[in-house]
């Protein structure tokens, strides 16, 4: 007999609001793109409410978690010398989304203001720095990704003496590393570090960091970095060391260490990767030192504005308000930058910066190639920084992208003495390393949240000194479920072994 089931007008109704409510519990994801030429939006503003969102990727894709908000909540799309526009979430249902461009000319804008002097606007902006970024209370949801590229140019890593083995044995190890080294030569491969952290911020931006999650996304086999290498010879040398004495560790007459445990050293490489926080903390506090506006800050085309000549490139509007677009460019020794800065013309705040190191300078270097055999240059450097808007109309970082290229060189010998007693029973190790390439490092930061922090919650929180990161060699997008972050461009959905 065949069964037949009948469902109610209300339990039908209750069928159909289940499910349209499980559908608006995830995240949604999509693509902003340029309403005239279908040409995607990269680092679009995608926001729900004035304090909680994210940034489209370099390829203008995205994905937000929408189930704190109701259906009825809208997702605002913004992006500089567009129209904003609104969906509400419930609506939201083609994931492509255009926007339509909004320029103005200076012609248009000339009869609103008259003082347009680039000089001008760059003081009132310097006056106004203070108010528009206060230093307050409060409490960021981060997340950051990072993205090593190493190319070996030149690499040699020998063992000149390991007393606890045979000769063979050292031979045999110094033969398997040379074929490394050959393979490494002229190679590069990419790592991609992905971490989502929570910063509790006082007032005199002192930090507190929660890690939540950090994956590392390598391929192990392939990977050609000097880190890979040294530790796939640590590890073949760790393998062969007994007892438990400590070593002095000293690189050629300059003393390093009068203890050090090598064989939980030289084994390290067999454990899972962790993650310092203070060494994050640390970081981050670089961060908002470098890309503040205190004395110290990366931005001296605004703290020291004078060293710098600015153009009026454009004006338009945003956000109901206009903003000014200058073009900046070194007119002294000492200024190191050129690019394009987006001024309120309402607030003076700067609301974003694109720049990069300008033609004929270099970044930091230090050369002590004969003395030490030490050699590092910073050979470009691009940075992108966006400001977002508060509530109390004053502004807070959104997001920051920095590509920096550096030249590498390392030649030193390093001798571990072991500490024993007796001197003719002592081990000694003697190892030769030379490493010497370009390394590329693209890193971006997202502030998702952020939230009015008390300073009785700020010491409430108590940092951990470490935590554990997930490795993984093939992209999976389980992983960070139910976790915003920034989309994951072609390159890492394309990433396995």
């Keep these: 007999m065949e069964k037949r089931f009948n469902l109610s007008k209300f339990q039908l109704f209750l069928v159909i609001f289940i499910l349209s409510i499980s559908g608006f519990a995830q995240s949604i994801s999509g693509t902003v793109l340029d309403g005239e030429t279908n040409e995607t939006v990269a680092f679009a503003a995608v926001q729900i409410g004035d304090s909680y969102g994210v940034i489209t990727n370099n390829e203008g894709n995205f994905e937000i978690g929408t189930s704190r908000f109701s259906p009825n909540d809208s997702l605002v799309f913004t992006f500089l010398g567009y129209k904003r526009r609104a969906v509400a979430i419930k609506d939201f249902t083609d994931q492509k989304v255009f926007l339509v461009p909004d320029i103005n000319t200076l012609s248009e804008i000339y009869l609103i203001d008259r003082n347009l002097d680039p000089m001008t606007i760059m003081g009132k902006v310097q006056e106004n720095l203070s108010k528009n970024y206060p230093k307050q209370k409060e409490k960021f949801s981060v997340f950051q990704r990072t993205k090593e590229n190493y190319k070996t140019e030149n690499s040699d890593f020998v063992i000149k003496k390991a007393d606890f083995v045979n000769k063979k044995i050292v031979k045999d190890v110094n033969s398997e590393l040379a074929l490394l080294i050959q393979y490494s030569k002229g190679k590069s491969s990419n790592i991609y570090y992905d971490t989502y952290f929570e910063i509790y911020k006082n007032e005199k931006d002192s930090l507190k960091l929660d890690i939540k999650k950090g994956t ?103 956000n109901d308000e206009l903003v000014y677009v200058l073009y900046f460019e070194p007119n002294k020794g000492s200024a190191n930058y050129s690019g394009e800065v987006y001024i309120s013309a309402d607030t003076y705040a700067v609301l974003k910066a694109k720049y990069k190191l300008a033609d004929g300078k270099r970044g930091n270097k230090i050369n002590l190639k004969l003395l030490l055999g030490i050699k590092y240059e910073e050979l470009s450097r691009d940075v992108l920084v966006i400001f977002n808007r508060n509530e109390n109309s004053t502004y807070s970082l959104k997001y920051l992208k920095t590509n920096i290229e550096q030249y590498i060189y390392l030649n030193r010998s390093f001798t571990f003495i072991e500490n024993n007693k007796d001197r003719k029973d002592r081990m000694k190790l003697k190892l030769d390393i030379l490493s010497e390439g370009i390394n590329k490092t693209e890193n971006e930061i997202l502030v998702i949240d952020s939230q009015p922090l008390s300073i009785a919650d700020f010491n409430k929180i108590n940092q951990k000194t470490k935590t554990s990161v997930q490795t993984i060699e093939k992209y999976d997008p389980t992983i960070w479920s139910p976790y915003t972050i920034i989309s994951p461009n072609q390159a890492i959905k394309d990433f396995e072994n």
């Design 216 to 318: 590392k996304l390598i391929n192990l086999e392939r990977n050609t970095s000097t880190d890979n290498l040294q530790n796939k010879a640590f590890a073949t040398i760790g393998a062969k060391l007994e007892g438990s004495n400590s070593f002095k560790l000293r690189s050629g007459i300059i003393p390093i260490s009068d203890s050090v445990d090598l064989k939980r050293t030289f084994n390290a490489s067999k454990k899972a990767d962790t993650l310092n926080i203070k060494d994050k903390n640390r970081e981050f506090s670089n961060h908002l030192s470098d890309f503040g506006f205190g004395k110290n800050s990366d931005f001296s085309f605004i703290t020291d504005y004078k060293k710098y000549n600015f153009t009026i490139d454009k004006v338009f509007s945003y």
